[in-house]
């Protein structure tokens, strides 16, 4: 009997001993009983300094403010339970290194002395690859958006917040922001029908560009990208939106400036020539005189020139609006 | 041959858009001339290709009567720096982009045929676009209609068809009353 306890004893230390999260228990006074070997692993603090004392937490809490603020937290939690779960807070381990900590605590009985078995998981470096997601998330230059079942926004990034208006508090948990975005009732419904048309087919869309109505009541152009991805058997689906309205813009002004000039070169020219076989033609029967002659070839040679200068106005214009031109064209181009 | 410009809505003081080929225009030009003159109208001419010298030798050979047209010339005074204006003739602008002093040529042309049957006629609107941007062109074309529309004075703008770009075309469209399209 006694054998099979200490047994039992024996695979509870290892157990303790080797688990990959810091398990610590705390006597009545806050105590530190008993300290795993990943506690001191992650603290740097070993076992042989600190069983028996209570001081470790003012090493792994430094900061008095901070502490302050967690041993209230933890009172005010204790108040209506007797442990906690999921409390996380940042230690500062012996090297000097800030850790993050996810608390759990339990209170049990052993050998009639009353114990608090913690156990802290160290999560920082989820911690970190969360906010370094979050960074990318928000940092980025398009608009994205993560949606749950029933539409439901989970996520509403900065750059969704600055092209459409609506704030993070005003979309999250929400699926009513379409409708702010799309307004108009029919195009509203012609743009669900042709989403459902692309989904039904592919599961997802690209580059599909719709016009948004933004917050200040501006209309936008998006150019729509999605992916529907499956975390723990839920369905998310994630939209990211470019803002495409400059681009157009740009597009639609090169067009009409090109639309232009294309008109203000090729029709001149044929005035030219119409006006050169016309005097041509009044030369031949003797009508010009030496002055008006050399009065039609000036205007015409005038007509020329100032065609001539328009093409140069046209070609740099093109380059300057149009960055993708080969910089071998571009140099032609720029004469 | 059938009428180019409708002599009731010319009565209406009317303002038209006459469309010609490249070819045709200046055969055009001395038909609506011709036409006009005979319901009694007296032409303003504002030409900005050929000086008005060429015009009325063009005119003659056309069979049209030199008393029946006065001319706004753009391009003498570009040739040859200097050119005194003809009273009931002609009126010298130094450059056809300087549209400034077409729109005062103008104005003081209809002042001085006050109480007469005037039509002007602007030959062309494709040649304005060598000096000048359609957005321009544009404004000054809606200034000039409208003087027309507040002297009761009708107003013929000649143009090579299918030389303007849409836009323009859709303005145009607007400032005119009727559009021709002569082929």
């Known amino acids: 009997m006694e054998n099979t306890h200490n047994n ?20 009545e006074r806050g105590q530190v009983v008993s300290w795993n070997h990943a506690a001191e692993t992650i603290t740097g603090y070993l076992q042989k300094d600190i069983i028996g004392s209570n001081s470790v937490w003012k090493h792994l809490y430094p900061d008095r403010d901070y502490r ?42 052993d050998h009639g002395l009353p114990r608090v078995i913690t156990v802290g998981m160290d999560v920082t470096t989820d911690r970190q690859e969360t906010a370094f997601r979050e960074s990318i ?13 029933k539409g439901t926004i989970l996520v509403w990034n900065k750059a969704a917040e600055m092209i459409t208006g609506y704030s993070n508090g005003e979309v999250i948990g929400k699926n009513d922001i379409w409708k702010k975005l799309y307004p108009d009732t029919e195009y ?23 016009t948004i109505v933004t917050k200040n009541n501006e209309k936008r152009i998006i150019s729509w990208n999605t992916r529907q991805t499956r975390t723990r058997g839920i369905y998310h689906e994630i939209a990211i939106g470019r803002d495409i309205t400059e681009q157009r813009k740009a597009e639609e002004a090169l067009i009409a400036y090109m639309t232009e000039m294309t008109m203000r070169l090729k ?65 032609f181009l720029e004469g | 041959m059938p009428e180019i410009i409708d002599p009731k809505e010319l009565d209406e003081k009317k303002i038209f858009l006459i469309l010609a080929s490249p070819g045709t225009i200046r055969q055009r030009n001395i ?60 009126r010298f602008i130094n450059n056809p982009a300087n549209l400034t002093d077409m729109g005062i040529a103008v104005t003081e042309v209809l002042k001085d045929h006050q109480g007469k049957k005037i039509c002007i006629m602007f030959d062309s609107v ?12 544009s404004k000054f074309i809606h200034f000039v209609t409208n003087k027309l529309r507040l002297l009761d004075v ?3 703008f000649l143009a090579v068809e299918k030389s303007l770009d849409p836009m323009l075309m859709t303005q145009l469209t607007t400032f005119v009353d009727t559009v021709v399209d002569t082929g």
């Open chain 1, 8 to 27: 039992q004893s024996c695979i509870e230390a290892g157990i303790l001993d080797n688990a990959l999260v810091m398990i610590a228990v705390l006597g």
């Open chain 1, 68 to 109: 302050k603020s967690v041993t209230e937290k933890i009172a005010d939690i204790l108040k209506t339970k007797n442990y906690f779960e999921d409390l996380e807070t940042t230690i500062r381990t012996r090297s000097g290194e800030s850790r993050t900590i996810l608390w759990n605590t339990k209170t049990i009985t």
């Open chain 1, 137 to 149: 998330i928000d940092n980025a230059y398009v608009l994205l958006a993560v949606l749950g079942p």
């Open chain 1, 188 to 210: 509203r419904r012609s743009i669900t029908l042709k989403i459902a048309k692309i989904i039904s087919e592919h599961n997802y869309f690209e580059n599909l560009e719709t």
């Open chain 1, 267 to 331: 029709q001149p020219v044929g005035i030219i020539n119409n006006t050169l076989m016309e005097s041509a033609r009044l030369v031949k029967e003797g009508m010009l005189t030496t002055d008006e002659i050399i009065m039609v070839l000036q205007g015409q040679a005038r007509n020329a020139a100032q065609i001539e200068s328009n093409i140069r106005e046209f070609q740099t214009a093109i380059v300057e609006k149009n960055l993708s031109i080969p910089e071998a064209y571009r140099k």
């Open chain 2, 31 to 90: 038909e609506i001339i011709k036409e006009i003159s005979a319901l009694g109208y007296h032409t303003v001419v504002i030409t900005t290709n050929f000086p008005y010298s060429v015009l009325t030798k063009l005119y003659a050979q056309g069979g049209v009567s030199p008393d029946s047209v006065s001319f706004i010339d753009a391009v003498t005074r570009n040739s040859i720096g200097n050119a005194e204006n003809i009273p009931g003739i002609v």
């Open chain 2, 126 to 137: 494709s040649t304005l676009l060598i000096y000048l941007s359609s957005a321009n062109i």
């Open chain 2, 154 to 156: 009708s107003g013929i």
